[in-house]
């Protein structure tokens, strides 16, 4: 039974790979940014009680991805796959239209939570001797640029670049490095 780590579950993608993973016998650790799950997402998991957690997380803060992690390796004896799927997109506009606090966020949580987040799994993972970790690709991923949503397309594929590099420099550890590409 593997044991699942999701950043940013408690809607759209995230979730969905959440309910999938249970389906499949997983036990599943979602987080997000809010204190707890909404009650419709609570009344959908009741099917699997004591096979998921939540763990409230700002992926922006290493320090509350740290607390994902341990608090997850406690409750399941250690992590097999963490995916880095928490993001934020970019408003419909021009990037000099953009003003700086969204322009920081987007930053912060795309491009920093996804290597703060990869590198505690990685750190875990080479203590238990392997492990699976995997990003959420967007668009930009694939060097497609497309008009009013250049910030977003940069940080995703930043993160394509950090994910490749980051499995060439894990090669032969027992980790896998993966891209997820919806």
Not at 131 to 146: P, R
Request: charged share 15%.
């Amino acid at each position: 039974m593997k044991k699942v780590v999701i950043t940013g579950s408690t809607r759209g993608i995230g979730l969905s790979m959440a309910f999938e993973f249970l389906r499949a016998g997983c036990k599943v650790t979602l987080s997000g940014r809010g204190e707890t799950l909404t009650d419709k997402t609570l009344k959908e998991l009741s099917l699997y009680e004591g096979k998921y957690t939540y763990v409230q997380c700002n992926v922006q803060e290493k320090a509350s991805l740290q607390h994902l992690w341990d608090t997850s390796a406690k409750q399941w004896g250690g992590v097999d796959i963490w995916i880095n799927n928490a993001g934020q997109n970019s408003p419909y506009m021009f990037s000099w239209e953009t003003g700086e606090d969204y322009t920081v966020n987007i930053i912060k949580t795309n491009i920093i939570g996804m290597i703060y987040g990869s590198q505690i799994a990685v750190t875990g993972m080479l203590i238990q001797g392997h492990g699976s970790i995997y990003s959420m690709e967007g668009l930009g991923s694939n060097n497609m640029i497309q008009l009013k949503t250049i910030l977003y397309g940069t940080t995703k594929c930043a993160l394509t670049y950090f994910m490749k590099g980051l499995a060439k420099e894990l090669d032969g550890t027992g980790i896998v490095v993966g891209r997820l590409s919806p």
